[in-house]
């Protein structure tokens, strides 16, 4: 099977600017989290989807939204960029939503903000 | 969601001494995933632990979940370069919680 998929991998943008991330999810897998890593904050959770529901979110801003479509594959988006955005921006998917699942990590997009 | 401490952030060791990493939590846990990032990389799935005073091995990886299922460690045994990496564990509750990670070194 192949692996999480996320484009693209790198991402240059300015301050106010928007940004879209893509992530297709291992086939059969439902559900789609999203993180931000960084390295003072670590790894935080930003929202979860299944079933093309958020299910859980994060303490993130309104700036940060993303979606799911019907194939699981989803998206996440970042308006008004700022310079603290600059991330690694990891999705992960597993076969359903709820704690036992294991989370399968995409390489992430990497985001710079200037 | 419910915080997870993990402790040391960092550990730097010679190659051949033993690595532990601690999560602990001040709730009852339902289980405990843990999870490795090798540098440059993407975290990766190692175990997960339901049972109270679990105990799993993979080669030279100890896991344990404590009694009271708040706290878990990670013991690895006589370290090796390809061991390198940050060390997360992650609980869920209502979403995922990493803990901020223990980087591992290993000096050759």
């Known amino acids: 099977k192949a692996g999480v998929t996320q484009t693209p991998r790198y991402l240059i943008k300015t301050r106010g600017q928007q940004v879209t991330l893509s992530c297709s999810p291992i086939?059969?897998?439902?559900?789609v989290s999203w993180y931000q890593q960084t390295p003072g904050q670590g790894l935080q959770f930003l929202f979860e989807?299944?079933?093309?529901?958020?299910?859980n979110k994060g303490n993130f801003p309104g700036r940060f939204s993303g979606r799911q479509f019907s194939n699981s594959r989803s998206e996440m988006n970042v308006s008004t960029l700022e310079l603290g955005d600059s991330a690694l921006y990891l999705c992960?998917?597993?076969?359903?939503?709820?704690?036992?699942?294991?989370?399968?990590f995409g390489a992430g997009t990497r985001l710079s903000v200037l | 969601g419910q915080q997870v401490m993990q402790i040391p952030q960092y550990q730097h060791v010679q190659e051949g001494e033993d690595f532990t990493t601690y999560c602990n939590s001040s709730?009852?846990?339902?289980?405990i995933q843990w999870y490795k990032q090798r540098p440059g990389g993407h975290p990766v799935f190692l175990i997960q632990?339901?049972?109270?005073?679990e105990v799993k091995k993979q080669k030279r990886l100890t896991f344990q979940f404590g009694e009271a299922k708040k706290n878990s460690s990670l013991h690895i045994t006589a370290t090796q370069t390809t061991d390198v990496g940050t060390y997360f564990c992650?609980?869920?509750?209502?979403?995922?919680?990493f803990g901020a990670g223990t980087r591992l070194t290993v000096k050759p």
């Open positions: 992960a998917s597993s076969l359903t939503n709820g704690g036992w699942n294991i989370q399968y």
């Open positions: 992650a609980v869920n509750n209502n979403d995922m919680r």
């Open positions: 086939s059969g897998h439902r559900s």
């Open positions: 632990l339901v049972k109270s005073g």
């Open positions: 709730t009852t846990l339902s289980n």
């Open positions: 989807y299944f079933s093309e529901t958020q299910r």
